[in-house]
């Protein structure tokens, strides 16, 4: 599904040059559940940027689903997240005035399906993550962990074929970040799109079946997990994190 060879990403800072990532080779197979794990300024955000083609590398190789993603035009990295990516971020962003329907049939507007279609696409994405009795109420009507899920839905809605997902559960309490996890475990058994965490917590990350970690724009390991926690699982001490 992914295949990134060589890539780097640099930014002139004035006189400065800084490299963002430094010669990154990453592949994660179709149906793979994966987070992406390094400390602030890793290079972690970055990549996710070029993973979700919102950004390109400055150099080296990014196939996605075998389509050369590198040299692409702001137009065509737009049909490409549009036809292959759903995004969930650390903050919801719904917007407020408008139901929860709504703020999943956003994406459908800039493709040509109808009205129709739309609105049951929307409605097919929401019961997908258990609001199909929320619909219809605003983003200031529901909980928190509602809205990711509503956030969820609308990255489901295009039927992507890979799921990024920002710090998702960044900005809930443990307990409505237990259940985001798992839903994101529900669905991946379920309907099998590749998922790709971006998380700065090992025990979050721990939930997928393989940890990369990010150091100064470099790969410095790359697990696959035996056995991945399920989601309610006891979570250990810091220190015991630390030393996994």
């Not at 992406?36 to 955000?45: D, L, Q």
């Not at 079946?209 to 790969?219: N, S, T, Y």
């Not at 390991?221 to 220190?239: I, K, M, T, V």
Request: some cysteine; charged content about 25%; proline content about 4%.
């Amino acid at each position: 599904m992914i295949e990134i060879h060589n890539v780097t990403k640099v930014y002139q800072m004035g006189e400065t040059e800084v490299r963002a990532l430094d010669g990154v080779d990453l592949h994660i197979a179709q149906g793979e559940m994966t987070a992406i794990m390094g400390p602030s300024g890793s290079g972690k955000s970055t990549l996710l940027a070029i993973l979700g083609c919102l950004d390109v590398p400055t150099s080296g190789v990014y196939r996605l689903a075998g389509e050369n993603v590198e040299a692409m035009t702001d137009d065509q990295l737009a049909d490409i997240r549009g036809r292959k990516i759903g995004f969930v971020f650390q903050q919801f962003n719904l917007l407020q005035r408008t139901t929860a329907l709504d703020n999943v049939q956003m994406p459908l507007s800039y493709t040509a399906v109808g009205g129709r279609e739309r609105r049951q696409k929307a409605e097919e994405a929401l019961a997908k993550v258990g609001l199909q009795d929320r619909m219809h109420h605003r983003p200031n009507e529901l909980s928190g962990g509602q809205q990711q899920r509503v956030a969820i839905a609308r990255a489901l809605v295009n039927d992507p074929a890979i799921l990024l997902a920002d710090e998702p559960t960044g900005a809930l309490d443990s307990k409505t970040g237990t259940e985001i996890i798992r839903l994101f475990q529900q669905l991946h058994r379920e309907y099998g799109q590749t998922v790709i965490y971006v998380t700065h917590d090992p025990f979050i990350a721990r939930h997928t079946e393989r940890v990369v970690r990010l150091a100064d724009g470099r790969v410095i390991s790359d697990e696959r997990l035996a056995e991945p926690l399920q989601a309610g699982a006891p979570r250990p001490s810091e220190l015991a994190l630390a030393q996994q």
